[in-house]
């Protein structure tokens, strides 16, 4: 009967969305775990030994060995803090000046984050003021002042153009203290090691290899305004979809920022 055939579909609807929420999740959890050791290894090889061990070959060969760790990241880079006293030194030993991400010669700022090491992948982030994009401005200027990972609100990203969403971490120079107030954690910032999660092309290929793939329509959100929910993933329009849907939570660690997948019938079962 009717009532039982809705409530067959309506029971599959569930544990298909949930089984992807959960996918979508650990992969998105263990990408950022990868990059949050990233961060360390910066810390490690590039400031708490003189001279430096770290170099941009360095940087690509250990990143490109190990990008089957951050499988939803297109790549990865570090930028690193400059203040306008420090640009002229800074840019004759690279060897470059600093651009904006409209690849122009960066205008006079307090300070840059110009990157100085790129996966291979991500190339074109190289001596590109990462401050002079607005939604990579703000997560440098809040993962620096809390210390923790954040990230950006959906975008659509540098080169490729897919939406996605940006993860950054702080990099602070050796000796500050776990207790340090706002203040100490920015003169303490060297730099910040990040990448983005090319949600609209390597989601897609997470979902497709899934059963049942075809049957539901699968959508991520940002709800952290709830008023104001932004489509990470999935079409902007759902109109046209069956009314059943089935909300399944996300949790993506970053404690500012609440998401939510939201899977739909393609067509009334
Ligand atoms: N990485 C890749 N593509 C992007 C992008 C980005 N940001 N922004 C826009 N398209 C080096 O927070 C530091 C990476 C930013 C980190």
Redo the contacts with the bound molecule.
Sequence with gaps: NVASTMKTAEEALVSMCDERARMLQDQFAVSVNHVHALAILISTFHYQKNPSAMDQETFAFYTGMTAFERPLL??????QRVLHSEREKFESQQGWTIKT?KQEPSPVQDEY?P?IFSQET?FY?EALD?MS?E??RE??LM?RATGKSVLTNP?R???SNHL?V???FPVYRTGLPQDATVKERVEATAG?????FDVESLVENLLRKLAGNQDIVVNVHDVTNISDPLTMYGPSNSEGYTALSRVSMLDFGDQFRKHQMVCRYSQKP
């Design positions: 297109n790549g990865v880079a570090y930028a991400m984050a990157v991500v982030l990462m994009g939604e990579d997560n440098i993962a975008f990203l540098l080169e996605g940006v993860l950054t910040y090691l990040g990448g983005a």
